[in-house]
């Protein structure tokens, strides 16, 4: 009998069901935790041409398996081996992979992943060090920095004090530094902006009124 172990890694979504544990392998010259799963539902539509699935219309279709990276589980870097079902469509003759929450198409990091990485972005800590701890490339950090740079949204309102830094991320940044600044009690990151010249952060601070300011 095959037990669900979801819950138990701290896995709750829907269709994903881990019910086998692989135990440990070495991968990347590091012992890793390896379970495995397979993506698999009923459709009842095609996510391309949106035809009902009616006298199957959208059949299963081969299988795609890929290595998703859970994060850490027990202290060791921990790895899905993901077979997800291909659906073809006779209506539009396309076939798509099956879809979950747990893991955007063509990624090979776990949402869960992503999440504790831009947490940790929002603290002042080095780049390399985030990349370490959780067992990811440096590249991946600097992404999701990217990311953090185009959706943070500035505050309604500022701290009274505010802590200034510059630091070079990403190569396809305008200038060579970008600019950072956090509250200095709870050090959460407020702004990242790619441009640290001086009239583009004036064009930032006069968003903010005069009596913040």
């Not at 950090?141 to 943070?152: A, C, F, P, S």
């Not at 790619?194 to 064009?203: A, I, M, N, V």
Request: hydrophobic content about 30%; some cysteine.
């Amino acid at each position: 009998m095959c037990y669900d172990i979801s819950n138990i890694l701290g896995i709750e979504v829907k269709n994903l069901r881990i019910t086998k544990d692989l135990g440990l392998c070495f991968h990347k010259q590091i012992q890793c935790k390896f379970y495995e799963d397979n993506l698999s539902y009923h459709v009842e539509h095609c996510d391309f041409c949106g035809k009902q699935n009616v006298n199957q219309t959208v059949i299963k279709h081969d299988s795609l398996k890929t290595n998703v990276y859970m994060g850490l589980v027990l202290e060791r870097p921990a790895y899905l081996e993901l077979k997800k079902q291909r659906f073809y469509c006779k209506a539009c003759q396309k076939t798509y992979t099956s879809k979950t929450p747990y893991i955007r198409s063509c990624w090979r990091i776990s949402t869960d992943v992503k999440l504790v990485i831009i947490q940790k972005l929002a603290k002042v800590r080095f780049e390399k060090d985030i990349a370490s701890d959780h067992f990811v490339s440096p590249s991946t950090i600097y992404r999701h920095l990217k990311y953090l740079g185009t959706e943070i949204k500035t505050n309604h309102k500022l701290p009274q004090y505010l802590s200034f830094d510059e630091f070079k991320s990403t190569n396809d940044v305008t200038s060579a530094m970008s600019f950072i600044y956090c509250g200095v009690v709870n050090h959460d990151v407020i702004e990242i902006s790619p441009d640290p010249r001086r009239f583009k952060l004036e064009e930032h601070f006069l968003k903010f009124s005069s009596e913040e300011r």
